[in-house]
Structure formats: C-alpha cells, structure tokens
C-alpha cells in the first residue's frame, strides 16, 4: 500500500525547560525552503518520509531514523526528497546550551561543538530526540505533575548529551585561505548597523577597501550568500523577538526593514515554513 502524502503544516512552541529555544513539529510537500541560516542550533528528528537540502556544498539526503543536524549560522536550504514530503521534529538550541552542556560532559569549560555536514545516521540517537521532544511538547501550555517536567528535562538531557558525545567536534577552520575574516565581520556589521536604512553594494564594498564586485564575492564565499540575502535572513532572525512579545506584524515588518508587511511574510514563510502571524499566535501573543 503507497504511503499517504503528507500535507504542509507546522507548529512552532516552546518550553520553560529550555530556555531561549524554538521547537517545531511538522510535515511538508509542497513548502521549500529558501536558503537561510539560524543562530541557534538546528536539531531534527526525521520520523518519516525524506527531506533533501543543500548544506555545506553539497546536496544531502535525510531519510527516517536520521539527525540532520545544522550548525549555527551555515545557510542550507530543505525541501522533499521523495513524493509524499517528509514528517519531522526539530529543535532550535541556543549556542549557550550547548556549550554549557559540553562542558557539563568534559568537566571544563568547551568550545562550542561543531557537527559533521553529512547527515547523522544513528537510530538510536533519532528515538532519543525525538522521544525528547515528545515530552517537551506533552508538556507545553499545560501545568504538569512534576514527575513528568522530571522526565521530560532528562530525556533532553540524554538526548544532547548523546548527539554531543557521539557526534560533536571542534570546529575547524575549513574555510579557504584567501577569506577575509576581519573584512567579512566589518561588512556584517554594517549590514546589521541599522535594518531599516538603504545600503548599497558599493557603500559596503568602500567599508573594507573593495569592489563591489570582490565585496561581494568575498562576503558570498565567506557565509554562501550574498549580502542582501544575508541581510534579510538577519531581518528574519531579529523580528522573532517582537512577534514573541505581540507586536503587530505589520510594526515588526517596518521596524525590521523590510519594504511591507506582504514582503516579510513571503520572506518568512520561506524561511519558517507558516506565515509570521501563525507563527506569533501559536504563543498566544498575536494582536
């Protein structure tokens, strides 16, 4: 019998047990994300079906019982990799957890880890984040017994320490050797000095002394994407705050830079897989 075909639908939460942390429990077909980054760490479950995305130079294949993890700030994109879509439980953790629960394992204090680009092919880490997640999502929006806030926390805990033990590395400087570091970080400071304000290719390239035509593949070759979608994507990231605390969408699209509110909802949807007004009401927060 062919397996039903999943239908784009997604739900945003979060739970007091992890704090500063977005969770996501979904299935797509249709939806594809554009190429994005988070500052957190993108976690997944993959529960059934397939997700394909590009990450890291290359096109990669997540199938069910796999954690497809993402580091911070490296863009990728997703979208299915077979006909019926893909079901899916993700975890977006802040850096600060997981490099105080590094250290927590190591008994000293740690870099943050850095993850293999390849997929994570290890069932038995798969059950554990997304057994993790189940409960965390029991127990969101609901005054729970303590003995299930109790287990919830530790099999957070189990499952992160096991993806950071098993899977986790130092992060090495793979980057090649005529990447500017002190040029790309001044032009990603200007690009986030003031969202709102007009900025062009060749105002940012006369920041570090270029072109614009070598600015802007400097700045390309150092984050995969070039500076405005790099921008927006920073739009995207500083806007979750506002929605958080009930700020009207439109007000967080003007605040944020972008042209209206239809320009960040397309952008955002994009990037979250449901429009920002969703997005803002699964907290209870939407005005």
């Not at 870099?111 to 057994?131: K, S, T």
């Not at 994407?225 to 995207?236: E, F, G, V």
């Not at 009207?248 to 509110?261: I, K, M, N």
Request: hydrophobic fraction near 45%; aromatic fraction near 10%; proline fraction near 7%.
């Amino acid at each position: 019998m062919d397996q039903p075909r999943f239908r784009d639908r997604a739900r945003y939460w979060r739970s007091p047990l992890l704090p500063g942390a977005e969770m996501l429990t979904a299935e797509y077909r249709e939806h594809e994300f554009s190429p994005h980054w988070h500052e957190a760490y993108a976690i997944p479950a993959i529960e059934a079906g397939a997700e394909m995305f590009a990450y890291q130079g290359a096109q990669h294949v997540a199938e069910a019982g796999t954690v497809p993890v993402i580091n911070p700030g490296e863009v990728h994109t997703g979208s299915r990799a077979m006909e019926v879509g893909w079901r899916y439980r993700v975890f977006y953790i802040p850096v600060e957890f997981m490099v105080g629960l590094a250290g927590d394992i190591a008994g000293a204090p740690q870099a943050a880890p850095w993850f293999p680009a390849d997929v994570i092919r290890d069932p038995d880490l798969a059950a554990r984040v997304a057994y993790a997640h189940r409960l965390l999502e029991d127990l969101s929006g609901s005054a729970a017994p303590g003995g299930d806030l109790l287990a919830a926390e530790t099999a957070l805990l189990d499952a992160m320490s096991t993806l950071i033990v098993r899977h986790g590395r130092h992060h090495g400087d793979t980057r090649k050797a005529n990447v500017d570091p002190p040029r790309v970080a001044l032009m990603k400071e200007r690009l986030a000095a003031d969202l709102t304000a007009p900025l062009s290719l060749t105002e940012l390239a006369e920041q570090v002394g270029l072109s614009a035509f070598h600015a802007a593949r400097l700045f390309t070759q150092a984050t995969r994407m070039p500076p405005h979608a790099w921008r927006n994507q920073l739009r995207l990231q500083r806007a979750l705050g506002p929605l958080r605390a009930g700020t009207a969408v439109a007000d967080v699209a003007a605040a944020c830079g972008f042209t209206d509110q239809s320009h960040f909802t397309r952008h955002f949807r994009r990037m979250f897989g449901v429009p920002p007004g969703r997005w803002q009401a699964a907290y209870g927060c939407a005005r």
